[in-house]
């Protein structure tokens, strides 16, 4: 079966960088657009960023762009993010998620992993 | 991009049906037929119940339906069941390989 997990959230002062991973199992990895998605606390979904299943294109969120960058790591099946300048309103849950029908939907989503952005 | 527009709350006894709506723009939702919804139970990760505007995952009930109208996307639950008690949310291609989520709807099986 499908599965994602992610891990490396925690507390991080502002300003600073973190780089999140997503462990990737049950399928063929390499044939799979990723992407990641955030929920701030009590708040909505945010489309963050994709990468294309061989790492050739990403795509970003405004919110991200020039600060955050998607990657992956096939010969591992571990998609990352990584994060940087990091401010108190990229505290949320991140989702990682395999892409479905080429960056339009989500299938797969991991339980996600809390990012907390605070001096 | 900003996000859709969807109602902050909708309610509906056992049995009823309730619809949710999803309001973007032309560069969005009025643009392409690539929307989607997806139903978050409290802390647990959002499930994909529609895709392609009308499509329903293998394993998601028939109850589950949706439909587009100019920059409106809806969609509609009958037979509502307590199991459906539930956050949603809507989702649209915007262009350039990116994506746009709604605000989210609380549904709540009274």
């Known amino acids: 079966q499908v599965q994602l997990v992610e891990s490396g959230g925690g507390v991080v002062q502002p300003g600073r960088s973190l780089r999140l991973s997503c462990a990737a199992s049950?399928?063929?990895?390499?044939?799979?657009?990723m992407h990641w998605v955030r929920q701030a606390p009590g708040k909505g979904l945010e489309w963050v960023a994709v990468?294309?299943?061989?790492?050739?294109?990403?795509s970003y969120a405004a919110s991200v762009k020039g600060r955050f960058t998607i990657s992956r790591d096939n010969s591992k099946n571990t998609l990352y993010l990584q994060m940087s300048t990091l401010r108190a309103e990229d505290t949320a849950v991140y989702y990682c998620?395999?892409?479905?029908?080429?960056?339009?939907?989500?299938?797969?989503w991991g339980q996600g992993t809390l990012v907390t952005v605070s001096s | 991009q900003s996000a859709l527009t969807q109602p902050r709350s909708v309610s509906g006894s056992p049995g009823q049906s309730v619809a949710i709506s999803c309001t973007g723009t032309?560069?969005?939702?009025?643009?392409?037929?690539?929307v989607s919804w997806y139903q978050q139970h409290p802390g647990k990760a959002p499930k994909l119940i529609i895709y392609?505007?009308?499509k329903r995952p293998s394993g998601v009930p028939a109850r589950f339906s949706g439909s587009k109208s100019g920059k409106t996307a809806s969609l509609s639950i009958s037979g509502l069941q307590a199991e459906d008690e539930a956050d949603y949310y809507c989702?649209?291609?915007?262009?350039?390989?990116?994506?746009?989520f709604g605000g989210g709807t609380k549904l709540t099986v009274l």
């Open positions: 032309s560069s969005d939702v009025g643009s392409y037929n690539y």
């Open positions: 989702c649209s291609y915007a262009g350039s390989y990116t994506l746009v």
């Open positions: 049950g399928f063929t990895f390499r044939n799979y657009g």
């Open positions: 392609d505007v009308t």
């Open positions: 998620a395999r892409d479905f029908e080429s960056v339009r939907y989500f299938d797969y």
């Open positions: 990468i294309w299943y061989d790492g050739s294109d990403k």
